[in-house]
């Protein structure tokens, strides 16, 4: 069983940045796919970015397109989250979560692990 931990959130304000950190636990880190999502109060949960085994592809949301970049160290069982020119609208709880065959890398469905996530709150 794959444990997730995310850290890193916290209070920001508009234009600053943060770094989300996930940890893997559990499995064969580098034979996972990662993705971030996060999820605001009264929303539906939002892809926000993919990194493959290799981190040879990333995929991003389109609102956080240019901003965010997802990357990955396998030698330490950890992806990131990189946030630069944070807004208001990207207050929410970021999810890290991993899956080894994902038909559709935006689809939280088909993830098998997720981490309990971490807030991030942007103040503007």
């Known amino acids: 069983q794959v444990q997730l931990v995310e850290s890193g959130g916290g209070l920001v304000q508009s234009g600053d940045s943060l770094r989300l950190s996930c940890a893997a636990s559990g499995g064969t880190f580098v034979n996972l796919l990662m993705g971030w999502f996060r999820q605001a109060p009264g929303k539906e949960r939002e892809f926000v970015a993919f990194?493959?085994?290799?981190?040879?592809?990333?995929e991003y949301g389109d609102s956080v397109k240019g901003r965010f970049t997802i990357s990955r160290d396998n030698a330490k069982n950890t992806v990131y989250l990189q946030m630069n020119s944070l807004k208001p609208e990207d207050t929410a709880v970021y999810y890290c979560?991993?899956?080894?065959?994902?038909?559709?890398?935006?689809?939280?469905?088909?993830?098998?692990?997720w981490g309990q996530g971490t807030q991030v709150t942007v103040s503007s």
């Open positions: 979560a991993a899956g080894r065959f994902l038909s559709d890398v935006e689809n939280p469905s088909f993830y098998d692990f």
């Open positions: 990194v493959s085994w290799s981190a040879d592809v990333t």
